[in-house]
């Protein structure tokens, strides 16, 4: 979700957005038109890219978009149908993070090799790069990026904390004082639980798959550490009292309503207080996820789209094109300004319009190149299930038991035994 931005923001953008746009000439009605599938964003700046990439192309094409729900099941379960039927009119299609392994084994997305996979990789975050490469690789251009930030109340703590356990020891402090103090975490029995898990997983130095043998790895060690700190929360006086359920924009509302001190979530929370809580941000501060390991930076989950070309379009070549112009570094900076999507390209960072919409930007760049991502294989969705499942309620983990039932479940997920 996206908070809206100020009506004069709104103004200048939309100028400049008209000034660009008209570059390149008209687009003719003949030209072959282009679908784009992508969700629905909320501030048109997907479509005023489509828009922009036509009037660029001329003749050569025309980019319409082709809107997907906003939910990523569904726009996963629409895509997948189509691409299992080979449906040519799939030529351009943004992909989740997660979606790259599971699309690329099925051959349903065209693979970018040479030359210009070099430069993409020499150019993007790394991260970027890893969510947007199946087997070594690059099946999808990397498009818009994202982690999880911790965001602190300055009025509460002089400095954010480096580790979880002290997060939750000065939590309880500021409870005992009767200050606020709740920490906004993803507690529901979906995605966010299980990138909850993989982020304190590898920010301890484990991973859920094993990158050399595609199978379970989760190490007793930093696995029980990472349950250890869900359970700690979960059964703290700082746990949201709706935990069980509490999705990203669940935290946001509870920060916004000034009932939290701490509150780890992804970067579209800053224009969402400025508009909706402007007290609460001006006490807002920003800094890299918390620690598991002291002596460990942390690894947060990456998040983002891949643009990817559909195998079956009848216009391999212009959909390339239009994938290319999409992620240009114009069209990123334009995507970060009026849709609050951090871009991939990792120069930008330090470009004065992305720190004046982004002003952590500095700190998103440090999260982002040391992101870890989702465990890669294309049975993903299983996997994530099998998280979800063994985790939920989050007071309810029991580290020495659930370790061995992770380990079966993921197991199962990756030899297709059942569904879960």
């Given at each position: ?30 030209a072959?038109?282009l679908?784009w599938?992508?969700?629905?964003e909320g ?8 828009e ?7 003749d050569r094409y025309?980019l319409e978009?082709s ?7 569904q726009?996963r379960?629409?895509?997948?149908r189509?691409?299992?039927?080979r ?7 943004a992909?989740?993070?997660?979606w790259v ?5 099925a ?9 210009e996979a070099?430069r993409?990789?020499?150019?993007s975050?790394?991260s970027?790069v890893?969510?947007?490469t199946?087997?070594?690789t ?8 994202n982690?999880?930030l911790?965001?602190y ?9 480096r ?5 939750i ?20 029995r979906?995605?966010?639980l299980?990138?909850?898990?993989n ?8 991973s859920?798959i094993?990158?050399?043998t ?10 029980k ?11 703290s006086v ?39 809580a ?5 006490a807002m ?8 390991d ?11 789209l891949?643009?990817?070309v559909?195998?079956y379009?009848?216009h ?5 094109e239009?994938?290319?112009c999409?992620r ?6 334009l995507?970060?300004?009026r849709g ?5 390209l ?13 002003p952590f ?11 870890s991502?989702r465990?890669?294989t294309?049975?993903?969705?299983d996997?994530s299930?099998?998280?979800?499942r063994?985790?939920?309620?989050v007071r ?7 370790l ?10 990756l ?6």
């Amino acid at each position: 979700m996206r908070s809206p931005i100020p009506a004069a923001g709104l103004l200048a953008l939309t100028a400049f957005a008209l000034t660009v746009s008209g570059c390149g000439g008209e687009v003719q009605p003949d030209a072959p038109v282009l679908h784009w599938y992508v969700f629905r964003e909320g501030s048109g700046v997907f479509r005023t890219l489509a828009e922009r990439c036509s009037r660029q192309a001329g003749d050569r094409y025309r980019l319409e978009i082709s809107a997907l729900p906003v939910e990523a099941d569904q726009q996963r379960t629409q895509l997948a149908r189509r691409l299992a039927a080979r449906d040519p009119d799939i030529d351009v299609l943004a992909m989740d993070v997660i979606w790259v392994p599971e699309f690329a084994e099925a051959g349903w997305v065209l693979d970018w090799g040479g030359p210009e996979a070099d430069r993409i990789r020499a150019r993007s975050l790394p991260s970027a790069v890893e969510s947007s490469t199946w087997q070594g690789t690059l099946h999808a251009l990397p498009f818009t990026s994202n982690a999880q930030l911790l965001w602190y109340r300055t009025d509460l703590v002089e400095e954010p904390p480096r580790t979880w356990d002290r997060m939750i020891e000065e939590a309880e402090a500021l409870a005992d004082a009767g200050k606020p103090h709740r920490i906004q975490v993803q507690g529901a029995r979906y995605e966010g639980l299980a990138v909850w898990f993989n982020s304190l997983l590898a920010s301890a130095g484990g991973s859920v798959i094993a990158t050399e043998t595609g199978s379970v790895d989760l190490p007793e060690e930093e696995t029980k550490g990472a349950f250890r700190i869900m359970r700690r929360l979960a059964t703290s006086v700082t746990a949201p009292s709706n935990l069980a359920t509490a999705t990203e924009d669940d935290g946001r509302l509870a920060f916004e309503a000034g009932t939290s001190a701490f509150m780890v979530n992804y970067t579209y929370v800053w224009p969402s207080a400025r508009e909706n809580a402007p007290e609460i941000a001006d006490a807002m501060g920003w800094a890299r996820y918390p620690r598991v390991d002291p002596d460990r930076p942390s690894r947060v989950t990456v998040g983002g789209l891949n643009l990817g070309v559909g195998a079956y379009t009848r216009h391999p070549e212009l959909a390339r094109e239009a994938a290319r112009c999409l992620r240009s570094r114009e069209h990123q900076l334009l995507a970060a300004e009026r849709g609050g999507l951090p871009p991939t390209l990792e120069a930008l960072y330090a470009h004065p319009r992305i720190r004046e919409a982004f002003p952590f930007a500095g700190t998103l760049r440090e999260t982002l190149r040391a992101a870890s991502v989702r465990p890669q294989t294309p049975a993903y969705s299983d996997v994530s299930l099998a998280i979800q499942r063994t985790l939920h309620p989050v007071r309810s983990i029991r580290p020495e038991r659930d370790l061995e039932t992770l380990r079966a479940r993921i197991d199962d997920a990756l030899q297709s035994r059942g569904l879960l």
